[in-house]
Nanobody
Framework: QVQLVESGGGLVQPGGSLRLSCAASGIIFDMYIMGWYRQAPGKQRELVATITSGGITDYADSVKGRFTISRDNAKNTVTLQMNSLKPEDTAAYYC????????????WGQGTQVTVSS
């Protein structure tokens, strides 16, 4: 069975930092594009960042320059370093694994809450 398990969420003041981690199992990790998405109450889930197995990254405009996505293919983990956090970053953050071959393979973690407040 496939499992994506997020950790590292919490409460932080504006301007602070958090580091989210996602541990994957049950997939051939280096075949997947990994990503982070977030969803605030009453809003649609939105892409935060993605990273290919080779390290090519893509970011939402709202987080460019503040967030950094990375992966360790030997450890089957993906991380999201979040700096200069703003109240509008408050959301549940979800880890995603995506592969398109003969079929579409798309998996989600359970989410971890990030709250930015003074």
């Amino acid at each position: 069975q496939v499992q994506l398990v997020e950790s590292g969420g919490g409460l932080v003041q504006p301007g602070g930092s958090l580091r989210l981690s996602c541990a994957a199992s049950g997939i051939i990790f280096d075949m997947y594009i990994m990503g982070w998405y977030r969803q605030a109450p009453g809003k649609q889930r939105e892409l935060v960042a993605t990273i290919t197995s080779g390290g090519i990254t893509d970011y939402a405009d709202s987080v460019k320059g503040r967030f950094t996505i990375s992966r360790d293919n030997a450890k089957n983990t993906v991380t999201l370093q979040m700096n200069s956090l703003k109240p509008e970053d408050t959301a549940a953050y979800y880890c995603n694994a995506l592969l398109i071959r003969d079929m579409l393979y798309n998996y989600w973690g359970q989410g971890t809450q990030v709250t930015v407040s003074s």
